[in-house]
């Protein structure tokens, strides 16, 4: 026996519910299980029908696609806390991913109009943004995939944990924002401020959304390691989108703080 | 065009092609043989993981149940 054994046995549970060798979700012997290249491939559907309808928005401009954006946004929220329930309220709404391959595309379909939709507005006042900002969004993506895939960055539960606690301030800032916002008709200065203190906010919020690529990288790993059911698939794809989603706005947004 | 969306729009191109290549390899042991992962199955199994393992106790306890000693093994027990 283990000289450890003490120390192994610390933090065990002696719950047999808890303890039970169920603790492990993989899928059964004869159903499919989670790869990358399903992640992957689920991925780009995604992204697929994110443009697709980001298209549509962008050409087709005026009152009507307002309504339909808005539909679409709400429908997006509706399908991800449907999906990932209130993660760090999980005790309120539990996440659920075998929902993931219904609601991933009414999400990237619905975020789709929207990005459709701002982007043309930024695109009308700072010509070639756009373009700029979907690159940066890749270039950074792809930078934290390789540095997630050689072991540099190498997440644990601390990280887990101050990435859940910045992106919830991020979240509730957001929040307090927008209730600022209908009672007074301005916004916090610090997020619409074009200066050095915009500017750092901005850079902060574009740090955070891209280090929360580095938990979708995870997910999508360890759910193709533990031969997780098929689901999990459309699951990681669908945090990887959202999370691409948040960053391409957030660079848009620091883009269009630095050429004020 | 400015040269530097051009060179933007060109390195866009090359991130996507990165991304969708690597993200289909494993990654390297350094990251995987480690103990201190985030427990994923953990956070997004839970309430599933809880009725399969409620079942399964259920079914494990239940041919214990008939399995009981009678009540005359019992009175032997006690002579």
Known sequence: MSKHAALDRFGKSGNPLIRSDLFQKVALDNEEVTTLDGAVNKTAILLALTVSTAAISWNFQGPMMGLISGIGVAAAMISAIATFGLWIFSWIIKPTPHRAPYTAPIYAAGMGFAIGLISQQFESLFPGIVIQAVSLTFFVAASLLLLYKTGVIRPDQNFLLIMACATLGIFFTYIANIFYAMATGSSFSIITDTGLMGIGFSLFVVAIAALNLVLDFDIIEQAAETRAPKYMEWFGAMALVMTLIWLYLEILRLLAKLRS | ?79
């Open chain 2, 1 to 79: 065009m400015s040269t530097i969306t051009l060179l933007l729009a060109l390195l866009g191109i090359v991130s996507v092609a990165v991304l969708f290549y690597f993200l289909r390899f494993k990654a390297s042991s350094r990251q995987t043989d480690r103990d201190n992962r985030i427990p994923w199955n953990k956070i997004f199994f839970q309430r599933e993981r809880y009725k399969e393992t409620k079942a399964s106790l259920k079914k494990e306890n239940s041919p214990k149940a008939s399995e009981q000693p009678s009540g005359e093994e019992d009175a032997d027990f006690k002579d």
